[in-house]
């Protein structure tokens, strides 16, 4: 039967010296040898038929050491219960270099999750926002659509300007030889916008359709495909047509450009839009106001293991991301001073709201049942088209990553009410646009 015996190191800091019987170490210890003695090919042995003290003679650092991992595996959830202590993060194992006679003893240091006793909510101080669309914001979308609303009407015979859309094929070629990814069909092109390599635009201007134009063009020598930069490329172009810019003229014609009824429909949908964006806002806004004020009037002691634990993980998550977005990772980023200060500040933040918000979820009885979750992945599905909301709601249900995250926002959301609801709060409203100026400064 395993042993524990608990002594405090400091705050969230514990050690736990465990003892396991030596006949649990001599068992695993000869079925370790068993395992090996039918695998080991020894010169003057058949398989399974070497003898232990041979085996033990051969290979006993290997015996120790597999023995001593499995005993612990087999038998870590069990010390980790009987010391009745939840650890924060892996423990750290130390095994005793001298082993007594009747037990195998190791030791593990195991950090657990702070306790806080939050402060009376009552106490709290803070602003709720409302951010409310007025007529502004929504005349303000329409007439941004008006200018980047355009369709292009095929003219033939119609040189071609910035502006226009042209449809091109084309094949490059380096030193007369053909190289990957420089051949196009029907590729869509607006003069103007320097999509392509800067000089090829410029040379389909006053072409029409049905015009072959050799482009010449000098890759940059920054340029992202490495085989390709700083060289020289002949493309074989031909114009399929070219296609004049056309705005709408009014909103009703702007709403059938859209896939709209009329201009009624149109506003309809912005304004339907541009709320759920207020709501949205006027819940973040109160949201960071609350947790701002809930972090400023508790304490939250957090071991250093744990901290560093999250720092780790961070840091690997910033690493997965650029990797998946195709930037170069360079290491002497991850040592910079400025970056780890700048992780260990949203490391600090964010473990003592988690802990603060769960402080918050057990003194309110905050829950959410299944009928919130379904209502919230319902909402969710308004964002997609309406033939495709079941397969939207069947996806996210078989997603549990997913799932989770979204139980637990929904968790996040209850506690900020919450505390809203108990705090002495005033509040104050503003327009979308003006909190849309206010993100967009980083205020």
Do not use: C, W
């Given at each position: 039967m395993i042993q524990t015996e608990v002594k405090a190191l400091g705050s969230?800091?514990?050690?736990?010296?465990?003892?396991?019987?030596?006949?649990?170490?001599?068992?695993?210890?000869?079925?370790q040898i068993q395992k090996l003695s039918r695998q080991a090919r020894l010169p003057g042995f058949r398989p399974g038929k070497t003898p232990n003290q041979v085996i033990e003679k051969q290979f006993g650092a290997k015996l120790h050491d597999d023995t001593v991992s499995e005993l612990i595996q087999s038998n870590y959830v069990e010390a980790i219960e009987s010391s009745g202590l939840v650890p924060a993060v892996q423990p750290e194992l130390d095994i005793l270099a001298v082993q007594g006679a009747d037990s195998f003893e190791f030791t593990m240091k195991v950090t657990t999750w702070p306790k806080v006793k939050v402060k009376s909510l009552s106490k709290l101080k803070f602003d709720t926002t409302t951010v409310d669309v007025e007529a502004s914001d929504i005349e303000s979308v329409i007439e941004r659509l008006q200018k980047s609303q355009v369709k292009?009407?095929?003219?033939?015979?119609?040189?071609?300007?910035?502006?226009?859309?042209?449809?091109?094929?084309?094949?490059?070629?380096?030193?007369?030889?053909?190289?990957?990814?420089?051949?196009?069909?029907?590729?869509?092109?607006?003069?103007?916008?320097?999509?392509?390599?800067?000089?090829f635009e410029e040379q389909l201007l006053g072409h029409v359709a049905g015009d072959d134009v050799t482009v010449e063009v000098t890759f940059p020598e920054q340029y992202q495909a490495a085989h390709l930069a700083g060289k020289h490329a002949s493309?074989?172009?031909?114009?399929?047509?070219?296609?004049k810019p056309v705005q709408a003229d009014n909103e009703d014609d702007l709403a059938r450009m859209l896939g709209f009824d009329d201009a009624k429909a149109l506003h309809a949908d912005v304004e339907a839009r541009?709320?759920?964006?207020?709501?949205?806002?006027?819940?973040?806004?109160?949201?960071?106001?609350?947790?701002?004020?809930?972090?400023?009037a508790n304490d939250v002691d957090l071991p250093e293991a744990l901290i560093a634990e999250d720092m780790r993980t961070t840091t690997q998550r910033v690493l997965e991301n650029m990797k998946q977005q195709g930037v170069p990772a360079d290491r002497a980023m991850f040592e910079d001073d400025a970056f780890k200060k700048e992780v260990r500040e949203r490391s600090e933040k964010g473990l003592k709201l988690s802990i603060l918000l769960q402080t918050v979820r057990e003194l309110g009885d905050v829950s959410a049942d299944?009928?919130?979750?379904d209502a919230e992945i319902d909402r969710q599905a308004q964002q997609y088209p309406e033939d495709q909301h079941e397969q939207f709601k069947a996806w996210i249900k078989g997603q549990q990553d997913q799932m989770a995250s979204l139980r637990e926002r929904l968790l996040e959301r209850k506690c900020v009410e919450y505390i809203v609801s108990k705090a002495k709060t005033k509040s104050v409203s503003k327009p979308l646009s003006v909190w849309q100026a206010e993100q967009d400064k980083g205020e």
């Open positions: 969230n800091e514990h050690q736990v010296h465990v003892r396991i019987p030596r006949g649990e170490y001599d068992r695993i210890y000869a079925e292009f009407n095929i003219e033939r015979g119609s040189k071609a300007e910035d502006g226009d859309q042209l449809h091109i094929d084309f094949v490059g070629s380096i030193d007369g030889e053909p190289f990957d990814g420089g051949k196009g069909e029907d590729v869509a092109l607006v003069l103007g916008e320097g999509r392509f390599i800067p000089g493309f074989a172009v031909t114009v399929k047509s070219v296609g541009l709320n759920e964006e207020a709501e949205q806002a006027s819940f973040s806004s109160t949201r960071e106001a609350a947790l701002d004020a809930l972090l400023a299944d009928a919130e979750v």
